[in-house]
């Protein structure tokens, strides 16, 4: 019962640097999303995916571009990292838009800007 | 804009109280409201998913009751234990193309 998994775990990077965060689930789900979480300001949805094919902005955009690869694997990338994007990065996934499944998240990834 | 409140920030209590977490949101127009559990350092865990046309629903020491007229919904845990500390989360989906609008969460600390 892997559910939504995230790697890496951890991540240390420089300003200016770049990386890739990779999230896959295994639930058939065709809804899946990234949201960061910061002391103080709760969970902010970064972008989403309503079905394979789509994505869409969430509340905090900028400087972040999405790929949804297929159905099960979402990724994230910082293409120049700021140490404003120091935080816990977690990724969710959802039967779908109008579905009355739950939302499943996995257990993030704590990303370090320096 | 929707907005979910939840009061209060954190919360402190003896082992074995029952207790009432308090969420409340803005436009009553949901399509079901869902409560997580987060603990220090990991995702968060579903826990109970009400839809809009039940009032509540139960999973062992837990209920979760929904007022979608008041824009309120309340998570009890009876005979609380150490082991339920952590921060609770509340989310609502609205009708409509939208994703999960979620609360700051309470952080529960049980007192052994």
């Known amino acids: 019962n892997a559910g939504v998994t995230q790697t890496p775990k951890f991540q240390v990077l420089k300003t200016g640097q770049s990386m890739t965060l990779q999230c896959a689930q295994d639930m058939n789900h065709n809804s899946m999303y990234w949201y960061r979480q910061d002391p103080g300001m709760g969970l902010r949805l970064i972008y989403y995916s309503a079905s394979e094919g789509t994505t869409d902005k969430g509340e905090v955009p900028n400087g972040y571009n999405v790929s949804r690869l297929n159905k099960r694997e979402f990724s994230l990338r910082l293409e120049s990292a700021a140490p404003s994007q120091t935080s816990v990065y977690f990724c969710a996934s959802r039967g779908g838009f109008f579905s009355n499944q739950p939302q499943h998240f996995g257990d993030g990834t704590r990303l370090s800007i320096l | 804009k929707q907005e979910v409140t939840q009061i209060p920030a954190a919360l402190s209590v003896p082992e074995g109280e029952n207790l009432v977490l308090n969420c409340s949101f803005t436009?009553?127009?949901?399509?079901?409201l869902q409560w997580f559990r987060q603990d220090p350092g990991k995702g968060l865990t579903s826990l109970l998913l009400i839809q809009s046309s039940q009032r509540e629903q139960t999973s062992g020491r837990l209920n979760a009751s929904l007022d979608k007229s008041s824009g309120r919904s309340t998570l009890y845990i009876a005979a609380s234990q150490p082991g339920d500390s952590a921060t609770y989360l509340c989310a609502v989906k609205e009708a409509g193309n939208t994703p999960l609008v979620f609360g700051k969460g309470t952080r529960l600390s049980v007192i052994a």
């Open positions: 436009d009553s127009a949901i399509y079901n």
